[in-house]
């Protein structure tokens, strides 16, 4: 969707997508929209409690089933398994994806984690078909005004051009851009010291993997350190996602990350857009 200033300020039901590299930004403006009367759709929680749950939970149960105690407490139905995803906390759609590397140390094999990976992309582009129809719920069953649409950090790797159509017809595009070194430095940095999983396109993981097993030496990717392997691709991942999140952002609009730091309230956010789109 495009607007005037004038044309945005007379929209009755603000309906926005946030687009961004993790830690950018999306999910604190969300939180702060919602607390005042947004209805905040988060693509990875739709993602986790309705087209991951059961591969989650049968990932979980594997996991449980090798454990003779609660293996024999599964198979008689005198305990049941099931997944407690928040929008605060998405620890078991992380977990699912996984990290790839050495199984001894947590990560998960390159056959195994590819198809996570699929399964993950065909989740949330499942997540994103569900917008229209949530932004309708929002209004018309819950009495929403608003709408905000946290998505993932990968929406960008979908290579799916329908994907983007939609959220352009329904939403206002919104990309939340990180404009200088320094904070680019600081968003790497908060990503290597905690490195979580992440979703790469396929020929983006098979390049970089090749890169980085010649350049430790080593034959194949179960004998990589998964901490170790995700932090250093992360500085790459997010180089080679810039150019794909600004086409998307000529269908809308760009903020930076400087700008949406400063944003404290509802208000603080419709200026912030009002100025972006001024700009455009």
Not at 32 to 61: A, F, V
Not at 196 to 225: I, T, W
Request: charged residues 25%; proline residues 5%; contains cysteine.
């Amino acid at each position: 969707m495009k607007f005037t200033v004038e044309d945005f300020r007379k929209w009755p039901h603000k309906k926005v997508t946030l687009l961004g590299m993790s830690g950018v930004g999306k999910t604190y403006l969300s939180a702060l929209l919602r607390r005042h009367h947004w209805y905040h759709y988060s693509g990875d929680y739709r993602i986790g409690t309705r087209y991951l749950d059961e591969d989650i939970l049968d990932l979980i149960k594997a996991q449980a089933m090798q454990v003779p105690f609660l293996s024999d407490l599964l198979r008689n139905d005198w305990i049941y398994i099931r997944n407690n995803i928040k929008v605060s906390d998405l620890g078991p759609v992380l977990s699912f994806v996984g990290k790839l590397g050495d199984p001894e140390r947590g990560g998960v094999p390159l056959e195994d984690f590819q198809r996570r990976q699929a399964q993950y992309r065909d989740a949330e582009i499942a997540a994103m078909r569900d917008v229209p129809a949530f932004i309708n719920k929002a209004q018309q069953i819950y009495g929403y005004q608003h709408f905000v649409n946290d998505v993932g950090g990968s929406l960008c790797e979908l290579d799916e051009p329908w994907v983007i159509e939609l959220l352009c017809e329904h939403t206002l595009m919104l990309y939340i851009q990180v404009t200088d070194q320094e904070e680019e430095r600081k968003l790497i940095a908060r990503a290597q010291s905690d490195p979580k999983p992440l979703y790469y396109r396929p020929e983006f993981l098979l390049q970089q993997l090749a890169v980085y097993l010649a350049e430790q030496g080593l034959s194949y990717a179960a004998q990589m350190d998964p901490d170790e392997f995700t932090r250093w691709v992360f500085p790459r991942l997010f180089h080679s996602r810039v150019p794909r999140y600004e086409e998307i952002a000529r269908r809308g609009y760009t903020v930076t990350s400087r700008e949406v730091a400063g944003v404290r309230d509802q208000q603080d956010f419709l200026d912030l857009l009002e100025v972006a789109i001024g700009r455009a």
